[in-house]
T-cell receptor, first 113, second 113 residues
């Protein structure tokens, strides 16, 4: 089945720790995105990438980092600089360079211990 | 992921009735609008979209209406089923806005059997 796979589904972070969320797609999409979802709020864009080896900051990039070494993969690292990391993280991809038709993964719930 | 629906406005409907979910958008220059459905613990799923040069678009059991005068978008679901229970949110985008979608916070739809 074609789609986007995020792992793990649940992740716990200790104080001062960096954690990495995985996102893999086999849809052959050029563009990939990371969103953060907090209860009662709309999705907010963290980072996006339109092509391999290139990525751009979204609205809330501070405390996060990404890489795009392969078309299929767009991992997100939540660094210790992100002081409020507890949220539901969603990865998405789109066939074109505009997010008109986003395909989302099933998300990773990150919590702080 | 499971807490996404907290603090959201809720619409409760009887199974078989029609549902109308509303969304006020912010940017009069937005070129397209999208409705997503998100079930508990899952990623959002594309339902239907509409371009700014249209007033109405129909899909299978769903209709989206766009009123640009008052910047209002609505999603109508015909013959609502228990499987329609989810959080629904709208998003607006612009071809000029550097790949950014603005997401609404959502409405929780509960279908009573």
């Amino acid at each position: 089945d074609g789609g986007i796979t995020q792992s793990p589904k649940y992740l716990f972070r200790k104080e001062g720790q960096n954690v990495t969320l995985s996102c893999e797609q086999n849809l052959n999409h050029d563009a990939m995105y990371w969103y953060r979802q907090d209860p009662g709020q709309g999705l907010r864009l963290i980072y996006y990438s339109q092509i391999v080896n290139d990525f751009q900051k979204g609205d809330i990039a501070e405390g996060y980092s990404v890489s795009r070494e392969k078309k299929e993969s767009f991992p997100l690292t939540v660094t210790s600089a992100q002081k409020n990391p507890t949220a539901f993280y969603l990865c998405a991809s789109s066939p074109g360079h505009h997010p008109e038709k986003l395909f989302f993964g099933s998300g990773t719930q990150l919590s702080v211990l | 992921g499971e807490n996404v629906g907290l603090h959201l406005p809720t619409l409760s409907v009887q199974e078989g009735d029609n549902s109308i979910i509303n969304c006020a958008y912010s940017n009069s220059a937005s070129d397209y609008f999208i409705w997503y459905k998100q079930e508990s613990g899952k990623g959002p799923q594309f339902i239907i979209d509409i371009r700014s040069n249209m007033d109405k678009r129909q899909g299978q059991r769903v209709t989206v209406l766009l009123n640009k005068t008052v910047k209002h978008l609505s999603l109508q679901i015909a013959a609502t089923q228990p499987g329609d229970s989810a959080v629904y949110f709208c998003a607006e985008g612009s071809m000029d806005s550097s790949y950014k979608l603005i997401f609404g916070s959502g409405t929780r739809l509960l279908v009573r059997p």
